[in-house]
């Protein structure tokens, strides 16, 4: 385990601020405390006392900034903790080098300015969080598992990385479908999809969407066949995944011929004519994978605006759309309103190759 901070640690490019005396303090109080985990003749190692050692030593050198070092000692109160089969306690030790690792990348950052930081700091957290995670799993506890990946993404997120955040967000949304927590899961999921968006990759927060309205929709069925009433966070989580959806598919227009069944399904939901000719609203020719119809639990005025925008795409009609954007500005979120700003603009110059 303390090979996952090595480049973080006494010595390396990344170090902050030298406690405790400086470089050679630090290294001969961690060399004192190791030196009592060494097996002697007749004589067991206090490995107890030891990590109570590290843990202040630790707490010492985090109170004076030195957060590389710090992270060194709660890798190695973690080996203790191992030494111990105590579990939690390794966990607990791993999940907080994550943290000072992480911490440091977000220092080195705001202190010198540095766009990439030097990236080991972030392999390191990732090591540990991944280390912690998979002992969570081992006690059966997939809740506390999606912590480490959750405060990764949130970390990677805040340094400007939204792409790199995508795939512990997604480790967390499983681990917490697996928790049976799915107001948790599509929060993650959602949170994906605006990482995706961050990074421009609208056809991966499109997929990330679509997972997230399907496990809506199972967590809407499971409230009624429990006898609950219907609706509420899962219906909120509906109608945001498919008005993002629609405007998603509206910026990618995929051909016919690469459209998949769930996405032209969406689509036919906001066709003026009816599959049978008639002039309908789409309410009945939507429903997929056990969802309602979106004209159920979308605002009325929304859901005609829809109608009206995809039209309009359809027609190419720029002038339609600009005069749209305008009614529809108020009633979607700042990041569904600049979706439909770059479906307007796609429209009006478009891209060739698509975005």
Do not use: I
């Not at 910026?251 to 002039?279: M, V």
């Not at 829809?306 to 305008?326: P, W």
């Amino acid at each position: 385990m303390l090979s996952a901070g090595s480049g973080s640690g006494p010595g390396g490019p990344g170090g902050s601020g030298l406690g405790l005396g400086g470089d050679g303090d630090f290294l001969s109080r961690y060399r004192l405390v190791s030196a009592k985990l060494r097996r002697r003749f007749l004589r067991k190692p206090n490995v107890a006392e030891a990590a109570e050692q590290f843990a202040a030593l630790a707490r010492e050198l985090r109170a004076q900034e030195s957060l590389p070092y710090a992270a060194w000692c709660q890798l190695a109160v973690a080996r203790c903790a191992q030494s111990l089969f105590n579990g939690p306690a390794e966990a607990a030790a791993l999940a907080e080098a994550a943290r000072l690792f992480l911490r440091q990348e977000r220092d080195l950052r705001q202190r010198l300015g540095l766009r990439g930081g030097f990236g080991e700091h972030v392999a390191a957290a990732q090591s540990c969080g991944a280390f912690a995670a998979r002992l969570h799993l081992e006690r059966g506890q997939p809740a506390l598992a999606a912590g480490p990946c959750l405060e990764l993404a949130a970390a990677l997120r805040d340094t400007g990385q939204p792409a790199r955040a995508a795939a512990p967000l997604q480790r967390a949304a499983e681990l917490l479908t697996a928790a049976r927590l799915p107001l948790q899961a599509l929060h993650c999921l959602a949170e994906r999809a605006s990482c995706l968006l961050l990074a421009r990759d609208y056809a991966g927060a499109l997929a990330t969407l679509t997972r997230a309205q399907a496990l809506a929709g199972a967590g809407l069925g499971g409230a009624a066949g429990a006898g609950a009433a219907p609706g509420g966070a899962f219906l909120d989580v509906l109608a945001r995944c498919e008005v993002s959806r629609v405007l998603l598919l509206l910026l990618l227009q995929p051909p016919p011929a690469k459209l998949l069944p769930e996405h032209a399904r969406t689509l036919e939901q906001y066709c003026w004519e009816a599959p049978d000719g008639g002039t309908g609203t789409g309410s009945g020719s939507g429903t997929s994978g056990g969802l309602p119809p979106a004209a159920s639990y979308l605002p009325a005025e929304l859901f005609l605006l829809l109608q009206s925008a995809v039209l309009a795409c359809q027609e190419k009609d720029a002038e339609a759309l600009k005069a749209l954007q305008a009614e529809l500005w108020p009633l979607l979120s700042a990041e569904q309103n600049h979706l439909l700003h770059l479906v307007l603009q796609e429209m009006l110059s478009p891209a060739g190759q698509g975005l």
